[in-house]
């Protein structure tokens, strides 16, 4: 570091003694000074050394992982907690949708009853029966019962001041409101007349008549009411599929619709005083609102039943009228009332202890139940009150007067949920009453090719009939009639096969082919159809709970619920045939779907399927029987591929769920809407008339045993693409 030198002053003591010169520095320092400068050097150095350090340190904390840094811990922290409200927000949506998919589907449905239906006239005991009293297994003067989803009931138990929940094929109930005996505060009732269920928001709406107001009352653990209408003589309650409340007040003759928090409601029929005018009423009792919002009434007094369309302000007759005799097939006094989308109305006949249908147009009724005087035997009613559909297809009857021991003789089969979930009794304070007074409730099987049920009820036998009619055969004579099941359903299966012919394209709408051709995305999902088959593939939660995108998919000439999507217009359609990769990409969607639903596509070229590999199936198959919303994509997906060149494709997959169903047992709960819906998209007459011969053709080797692979390959029928493509 330093050089020895002569001769040089000292550069602290400025003496001629220096000797050593410092480098660093270039001065020169005498022997005793050089070692100060040397030891001041080495501090300096070690002052260096050590800020050094601590810069390495600083720098070494700045350059490590964010999650060290206090403000990134707390951003992290705050991503991570916004990330899980956001998931439990969407999955409380997922389930909320999951609860009330089920009931929206049901409510696109009324089902129609065939003319020729034979109704089984004799009823089992399906709640009470156990003589009047207040115990859990007794009723006293039942006036309405409300069956949901799940088939458990609510009854209005009337004179004890409480509304009953019963399940199904309980032997008692519980009781969810009133109880506290007879009075006006919030925890107690007077009289309930009437209860329905809101299934949305998981309450109660009662009909509290004897304190002249209107309820509502939590479903689960609810100790209190809260009082929704006031100073209302409510006589019958009903809920439309966008939560209208309807009331009918049969002392000012009139039912209004009430939007909750509403203070005054709307009247939609009545309200210009009582009298037998087209646009008057008189003691106005249950109601029925159908898909377009139209209002039936039972109009009691004036014995008729009145159709109030929206908006009118006035009615129309479409059962009954003044002055009706007493045991003639006309109505005395009507109650309850239900109508199908034919028009067909079906009424309860208090008076005369029985229960009619009214085709549309009719000048008479048809006795379907009761009619055989009043009584309390299974085939007799005391002063019937009501009438509804429930879901399962069943008829359910409030009967109130006699003790009464009814046995179950029949069976029943529960079939595709496709009614609307109601019940509604009215209030009547002048019905007769008997000393010999018990309570039951009562199902009664109905036999008969359709399928369909409906819910009646009678009030002086204490008691609620079930009528079921179950025989399911695969027969062609509902072939291209358009009146032989749900009507509505039916128009459209038959504009389809005859490709929309009321339906005009619009050249400007180009959404589908631009989806298809890998130009537009979906939406809300946001996805290329790309996209959508590679990353959704096998992500079975998503194609479960996600719903728009079916729409995007599937195309029809017909409006889906996805709002963002318009109708599939027929120029599109021959675009898409004429891009080879579109069409493709129509088989991938199919194959996808396939999938989700538990098969595999094994020959495209003839479009077989065979279940998914292992027992990777299971699952699946286990979604499909449980989840009826699919069996409506089915009908999409079956549909779409006629309007392409994938006709050939609905045979071979038609032909495995009847084996799955008939022969395996795997999908039970798809037998309905195979038979209803999937097998009519089938556009060849030819071909709905051969599975339907292979249906029959299974159901008879399954009864004999025959169910090996072998003996099924003998009955298959030999359908082909060429010849679908002719068809």
């Given at each position: 570091?330093?050089?020895?030198?002569?001769?040089?002053?000292?550069?602290?003591?400025?003496?001629?003694?220096?000797?050593?010169?410092?480098?660093?520095?270039?001065?020169?320092?005498?022997?005793?000074?050089?070692?100060?400068?040397?030891?001041?050097?080495?501090?300096?150095?070690?002052?260096?050394?050590?800020?050094?350090?601590?810069?390495?340190?600083?720098?070494?904390?700045?350059?490590?992982?964010?999650?060290?840094?206090?403000?990134?811990?707390?951003?992290?922290?705050?991503?991570?907690?916004?990330?899980?409200?956001?998931?439990?927000?969407?999955?409380?949506?997922?389930?909320?949708?999951?609860?009330?998919?089920?009931?929206?589907?049901?409510?696109?449905?009324?089902?129609?009853?065939?003319?020729?239906?034979?109704?089984?006239?004799?009823?089992?005991?399906?709640?009470?029966?156990?003589?009047?009293?207040?115990?859990?297994?007794?009723?006293?003067?039942?006036?309405?019962?409300?069956?949901?989803?799940?088939?458990?009931?609510?009854?209005?138990?009337?004179?004890?001041?409480?509304?009953?929940?019963?399940?199904?094929?309980?032997?008692?109930?519980?009781?969810?409101?009133?109880?506290?005996?007879?009075?006006?505060?919030?925890?107690?009732?007077?009289?309930?007349?009437?209860?329905?269920?809101?299934?949305?928001?998981?309450?109660?709406?009662?009909?509290?008549?004897?304190?002249?107001?209107?309820?509502?009352?939590?479903?689960?653990?609810?100790?209190?009411?809260?009082?929704?209408?006031?100073?209302?003589?409510?006589?019958?309650?009903?809920?439309?599929?966008?939560?209208?409340?309807?009331?009918?007040?049969?002392?000012?003759?009139?039912?209004?619709?009430?939007?909750?928090?509403?203070?005054?409601?709307?009247?939609?029929?009545?309200?210009?005083?009582?009298?037998?005018?087209?646009?008057?009423?008189?003691?106005?009792?249950?109601?029925?609102?159908?898909?377009?919002?139209?209002?039936?009434v039972s109009d009691s007094e004036n014995h008729r039943v009145?159709?109030?369309?929206?908006?009118?302000?006035?009615?129309?007759?479409?059962?009954?009228?003044?002055?009706?005799?007493?045991?003639?097939?006309?109505?005395?006094?009507?109650?309850?009332?239900?109508?199908?989308?034919?028009?067909?109305?079906?009424?309860?006949?208090?008076?005369?202890?029985?229960?009619?249908?009214?085709?549309?147009?009719?000048?008479?009724?048809?006795?379907?139940?009761?009619?055989?005087?009043?009584?309390?035997?299974?085939?007799?009613?005391?002063?019937?009150?009501?009438?509804?559909?429930?879901?399962?297809?069943?008829?359910?009857?409030?009967?109130?007067?006699?003790?009464?021991?009814?046995?179950?003789?029949?069976?029943?089969?529960?079939?595709?949920?496709?009614?609307?979930?109601?019940?509604?009794?009215?209030?009547?304070?002048?019905?007769?009453?008997?000393?010999?007074?018990?309570?039951?409730?009562?199902?009664?099987?109905?036999?008969?090719?359709?399928?369909?049920?409906?819910?009646?009820?009678?009030?002086?036998?204490?008691?609620?009939?079930?009528?079921?009619?179950?025989?399911?055969?695969?027969?062609?004579?509902?072939?291209?009639?358009?009146?032989?099941?749900?009507?509505?359903?039916?128009?459209?299966?038959?504009?389809?096969?005859?490709?929309?012919?009321?339906?005009?394209?619009?050249?400007?709408?180009?959404?589908?082919?631009?989806?298809?051709?890998?130009?537009?995305?979906?939406?809300?999902?946001?996805?290329?159809?790309?996209?959508?088959?590679?990353?959704?593939?096998?992500?079975?939660?998503?194609?479960?709970?996600?719903?728009?995108?079916?729409?995007?998919?599937?195309?029809?000439?017909?409006?889906?619920?996805?709002?963002?999507?318009?109708?599939?217009?027929?120029?599109?359609?021959?675009?898409?045939?004429?891009?080879?990769?579109?069409?493709?990409?129509?088989?991938?969607?199919?194959?996808?779907?396939?999938?989700?639903?538990?098969?595999?596509?094994?020959?495209?070229?003839?479009?077989?399927?065979?279940?998914?590999?292992?027992?990777?199936?299971?699952?699946?198959?286990h979604n499909l029987n449980t989840s009826s919303h699919n069996?409506?994509?089915?009908?999409?997906?079956?549909?779409?591929?006629?309007?392409?060149?994938?006709?050939?494709?609905?045979?071979?997959?038609?032909?495995?769920?009847?084996?799955?169903?008939?022969?395996?047992?795997?999908?039970?709960?798809?037998?309905?809407?195979?038979?209803?819906?999937?097998?009519?998209?089938?556009?060849?007459?030819?071909?709905?008339?051969?599975?339907?011969?292979?249906?029959?053709?299974?159901?008879?080797?399954?009864?004999?045993?025959?169910?090996?692979?072998?003996?099924?390959?003998?009955?298959?029928?030999?359908?082909?693409?060429?010849?679908?493509?002719?068809?």
């Amino acid at each position: 570091m330093a050089t020895t030198i002569e001769k040089n002053c000292c550069a602290i003591c400025n003496k001629e003694k220096a000797k050593s010169k410092c480098e660093g520095c270039s001065k020169d320092f005498c022997s005793s000074h050089f070692a100060d400068h040397r030891q001041e050097l080495s501090k300096q150095i070690d002052e260096v050394e050590v800020s050094c350090d601590l810069f390495r340190q600083m720098l070494t904390q700045q350059s490590s992982p964010s999650s060290q840094h206090s403000v990134m811990q707390h951003i992290d922290k705050w991503e991570r907690d916004s990330i899980q409200k956001v998931r439990q927000t969407a999955e409380e949506a997922r389930q909320l949708l999951l609860k009330n998919f089920d009931l929206i589907i049901a409510q696109l449905y009324v089902p129609n009853i065939s003319a020729n239906t034979k109704w089984i006239q004799k009823g089992i005991t399906a709640a009470g029966g156990n003589g009047r009293g207040v115990g859990l297994n007794q009723l006293n003067y039942p006036r309405n019962v409300y069956i949901d989803s799940d088939q458990t009931m609510y009854i209005a138990d009337y004179s004890n001041h409480r509304i009953m929940e019963w399940k199904y094929g309980a032997t008692s109930g519980q009781v969810v409101a009133g109880g506290n005996r007879l009075g006006n505060r919030t925890h107690q009732l007077n009289n309930p007349s009437d209860v329905i269920v809101d299934e949305e928001q998981d309450c109660l709406i009662i009909s509290d008549y004897g304190n002249r107001r209107v309820m509502r009352w939590p479903r689960r653990n609810g100790t209190n009411g809260q009082i929704l209408i006031s100073d209302i003589d409510c006589s019958g309650l009903m809920m439309d599929n966008h939560g209208f409340l309807y009331v009918s007040d049969s002392q000012k003759h009139e039912v209004r619709r009430w939007r909750m928090g509403d203070e005054s409601g709307t009247v939609v029929a009545g309200g210009n005083g009582r009298g037998s005018r087209l646009d008057q009423l008189s003691f106005p009792t249950s109601t029925f609102v159908d898909r377009d919002h139209s209002v039936y009434v039972s109009d009691s007094e004036n014995h008729r039943v009145m159709k109030w369309m929206k908006g009118a302000k006035e009615g129309i007759v479409v059962a009954g009228g003044p002055d009706q005799k007493k045991g003639s097939i006309q109505l005395s006094s009507p109650r309850g009332v239900f109508t199908d989308s034919l028009g067909t109305v079906y009424v309860v006949d208090w008076s005369n202890a029985r229960v009619l249908s009214w085709p549309k147009g009719a000048t008479q009724g048809t006795i379907i139940v009761g009619g055989n005087g009043e009584g309390a035997e299974a085939h007799q009613f005391y002063c019937p009150m009501e009438e509804t559909t429930i879901p399962k297809h069943e008829q359910h009857t409030l009967d109130t007067a006699y003790k009464t021991e009814i046995r179950n003789d029949k069976t029943r089969l529960n079939t595709e949920n496709q009614s609307k979930t109601r019940s509604n009794i009215s209030n009547d304070s002048n019905q007769p009453t008997t000393s010999k007074t018990s309570s039951r409730v009562i199902n009664n099987d109905e036999y008969n090719k359709n399928n369909v049920n409906q819910q009646r009820s009678d009030t002086n036998n204490r008691s609620i009939i079930s009528l079921t009619n179950y025989r399911i055969t695969f027969d062609d004579s509902d072939d291209d009639d358009a009146s032989s099941y749900i009507s509505w359903a039916r128009r459209d299966i038959l504009e389809y096969r005859n490709n929309y012919p009321s339906v005009r394209s619009d050249s400007k709408i180009t959404q589908n082919y631009r989806f298809y051709t890998n130009q537009l995305e979906s939406y809300p999902d946001g996805d290329l159809i790309d996209n959508i088959h590679k990353l959704w593939f096998r992500d079975y939660d998503r194609l479960e709970f996600h719903h728009g995108y079916t729409q995007w998919l599937f195309p029809l000439q017909e409006r889906g619920l996805n709002c963002y999507t318009e109708p599939l217009q027929k120029h599109e359609i021959e675009s898409i045939k004429k891009d080879e990769k579109a069409l493709k990409r129509i088989l991938t969607s199919y194959e996808l779907m396939l999938d989700f639903y538990g098969f595999k596509l094994i020959d495209k070229k003839t479009g077989e399927i065979d279940r998914l590999s292992g027992d990777s199936y299971k699952s699946r198959f286990h979604n499909l029987n449980t989840s009826s919303h699919n069996y409506l994509r089915i009908t999409r997906i079956l549909k779409c591929l006629g309007e392409f060149d994938y006709e050939y494709l609905k045979f071979p997959f038609l032909e495995q769920i009847l084996r799955e169903i008939i022969i395996e047992n795997t999908l039970p709960n798809c037998l309905q809407s195979c038979k209803d819906y999937w097998i009519e998209t089938l556009r060849s007459r030819n071909e709905r008339h051969a599975i339907r011969q292979y249906a029959r053709q299974l159901v008879e080797y399954r009864n004999q045993g025959l169910t090996s692979s072998k003996s099924l390959r003998a009955i298959r029928p030999s359908i082909t693409k060429e010849t679908a493509a002719k068809s």
